[in-house]
């Protein structure tokens, strides 16, 4: 059960900074194979306001928006709704959690502590032909989804500042770093081809997807290939 706050008592919360990521367009079966490392945690919707009662994703339910996507990315589609969708946070159990009360049957949901969010994952080519990779905007080229965890935290209350990974018990750094070495051992680093120069990238990429992500017709509008 997520405890309740009104807006005039809710906890101060913390402010997260340097996060680590990984940027990777999974096929519906490297997805799968990612939430299993994350054993029994909550896939909790904290992107905004929420009905009571309908914070948490199932790991089902959110492969089924991740298929809506693939398939709006292979067919060139619009992806606006379906993106904002794909945001979420991972926590342990619901004592991680509290609401933060809006209106009679709306709710904010928020973590106590840091977590590991995913998102929809974005880039953009700078002028240098270097790529600037984070969330997903309409100004930006959609690849998969985001995993960021932080690596410091500021407590609001105290105003101490602790390092994630070596000051704090965090439930989700080490369940953090075991999607790392998984990401780095079973996906691909993407190289795109851009103005017939061949970039090397930090974006990641379920090995199957080698076979149509280069047909993405979002791609291909920006004269963007990618190395199979």
């Known amino acids: 059960m997520i405890q309740m706050y009104s807006a005039t008592d809710k906890p101060k919360g913390f402010v997260a900074s340097r996060y680590q990521t990984a940027d990777i367009l999974f096929s519906i079966e490297g997805l799968k194979a990612l939430f299993a490392h994350f054993d029994d945690c909550l896939l909790i919707n904290t992107a905004g306001v929420v009905t009571r009662g309908e914070g948490m994703i199932s790991l089902e339910e959110y492969c089924q928006r991740y298929g809506r996507y693939l398939e709006c990315l292979q067919?060139?589609?619009?992806?606006?709704?379906?993106?904002?969708?794909?945001?979420?946070?991972?926590?342990?159990?619901?004592?991680?959690?509290?609401?933060?009360?809006?209106?009679?049957?709306r709710m904010l949901v928020k973590t106590r502590e840091p977590a590991i969010t995913i998102q929809c994952a974005g880039f953009d080519i700078k002028p240098d032909h270097s790529l600037a990779i984070g969330g997903w905007s309409p100004s930006r080229v959609a690849w998969g989804i985001e995993i960021l965890f932080p690596q410091l935290y500021q407590d609001l209350d105290t105003m101490k500042v602790y390092k994630v990974f070596t000051e704090t018990q965090n439930a989700m750094a080490p369940i953090f770093k075991k999607?790392?070495?998984?990401?780095?051992?079973?996906?691909?680093?993407?190289?795109?081809?851009?103005?017939?120069?061949?970039?090397?990238?930090?974006?990641?990429?379920?090995?199957?997807?080698?076979?149509?992500?280069?047909?993405?017709?979002?791609?291909?509008?920006?004269?963007?290939?990618?190395?199979?």
């Open 75 to 105: 067919k060139g589609d619009p992806i606006d709704e379906l993106a904002k969708r794909l945001t979420c946070t991972v926590v342990k159990g619901a004592d991680d959690l509290y609401a933060i009360e809006v209106g009679s049957d």
């Open 179 to 228: 999607v790392q070495k998984w990401v780095r051992k079973e996906t691909k680093t993407v190289k795109i081809k851009f103005q017939n120069q061949l970039i090397r990238t930090n974006l990641k990429m379920s090995p199957e997807c080698a076979e149509w992500a280069s047909d993405m017709p979002h791609l291909f509008e920006v004269g963007i290939g990618i190395e199979r």
